[in-house]
Structure formats: C-alpha cells, structure tokens
C-alpha cells in the first residue's frame, strides 16, 4: 500500500498549547495536503504545499515538507477545544487520486 | 456554498441485501471518488470516476461496483452486503487536476455509517 504514515496516533493537549503531526510517505509526490475531520463528519481542506514548497503558513496552521526525507508536519499554533478533530495527510501522486495517511487524532482541553 | 451530500447518514442492512450509496455534488466537478474509513486505516479508496459513465478501481474495489450517469451523481453499490463492509464511507469530488497544476482539493460528504447485519 502507498498509504502514508501520521504520528503520533493520538495527542492530548491543553489550550493554548502548540500541536505537530507528522506525515510520512512513500512515493514521490506532486503536492501534500492536510485534512481536517471533525468526530463523524467528512473531511475539511486545511492547506496545500507543492513538491517545492518547503513551508506554508495559514493562519495558526504551519506546513513544513522534506521531499528528501518524504515526510510532512502540521504545527497548530495556539490550540483551542474547537481545533479538537482527526487530522490526515494526503499525497497527491498524480493520476487524479490522493493517497490518504492514517490520521491523528487531537484533544484539546480547556 | 459548495457542497456534496450523501442520501443517507445511517443505514442498517442485513447480509446479503443490495446496498446503493447515493452521493450528488453541486460544484460540477469532472472527479468524484468512493472512500471507505476504518479505525486505524485511515481513508481506502474504493472507485473513482473523472467523466460520466468513466470509472475506476481504487486500492480496495472487491465486494462494491459503481454508476456515474449524470456528471453530478455517483452511486456505490455493494451487490450483496457482508458483515465486513460494515464501514463510515465518504464520498469526495473534485475539479479534473490538469497536469502540471497539481491542485485538486477534494470536497468531501459527510459520510454514511452502514451497519450490515
């Protein structure tokens, strides 16, 4: 399977405290991006970072790509108990699809 | 506002039954693609289609078939449900990614839990 790899599974933090996953994968890839999923609901587009990007910010998302070393994080500045959700990485390897990592899942506590 | 929706947010079935999963998205997009989500496996691909009446397999396509009759519709069809496609899946569409462009953003529905009995 190409599928990518998040870590750690599950993190707990308190408010106001910074949150990073991290990604890896396999293959090389055309671009990368994160999802949000809220406790039984469908996935929300966060942000995407092209092959030669190597940082990209949005809002208290920050992005950050290693092609050398084929992996991904999401730092989450600030969190707050609404940031609460399962986030994934996905990989666009081209050929319409997006590979999809296993996810991570985030409490934040008041 | 965009959306994609999915016929049904529940559904119980028994083993054996014909399942149909309907997913219509309002964006006129060229891509809609079936996933299926497990605790633990993240989100698997089923079938995916880039143009009416096109369709392809995903990494998991055993047990499912589709229909993309209408470019806004793109049905999953489970032709003799098993207890092991008990799953939450989700439904996602997309803008046909142009090649060097690289950006295909996937809108997503909010998902049917099936429960096969």
């Known amino acids: 399977s190409q599928q990518g790899e998040e870590d750690p599974q599950a993190l707990s933090i308190q408010e106001g405290e910074n949150a990073t996953m991290n990604c890896s994968y396999k293959?090389?890839?055309?671009?990368l991006q994160w999802y949000r999923q809220n406790s039984g609901r469908g996935l929300v587009h966060l942000i995407l970072i092209r092959s030669n990007e190597r940082e990209k910010h949005s809002g208290r998302l920050r992005v950050t790509l290693d092609t050398s070393k084929k992996s991904s994080s999401l730092l989450i500045t600030a969190s707050r108990a609404a940031d609460t959700a399962s986030y994934f990485c996905?990989?666009?390897?081209?050929?319409?699809?997006?590979?999809f990592g296993t996810g991570t899942r985030l409490l934040v506590s008041p | 506002d965009v959306k994609v929706t999915q016929s049904s947010r529940y559904l119980v079935k028994r083993t054996g039954e014909k399942v149909f999963l309907e997913c219509v998205q309002d964006?006129?997009?060229?891509?809609m693609f079936w996933y299926r989500q497990d605790p633990g496996l993240g989100l698997r691909l089923i079938y995916f289609s880039y143009d009416v009446k096109m369709k392809e397999k995903g990494d998991i396509p055993e047990g499912y078939s589709v229909s993309r009759e209408k470019k806004e519709r793109f049905s999953l069809i489970l032709e003799s449900a098993s207890t092991n496609q008990t799953s939450m899946y989700l439904c996602?569409?997309?803008?046909?990614?142009?090649?060097?462009?690289?950006?295909?953003?996937?809108?997503f529905g909010p998902g049917t839990r099936l429960t096969v009995l």
């Open positions: 964006m006129d997009h060229e891509n």
């Open positions: 996602a569409s997309s803008f046909f990614e142009l090649k060097g462009v690289g950006y295909n953003e996937q809108f």
């Open positions: 996905a990989m666009n390897t081209g050929f319409q699809k997006l590979v």
């Open positions: 293959t090389s890839i055309n671009n």
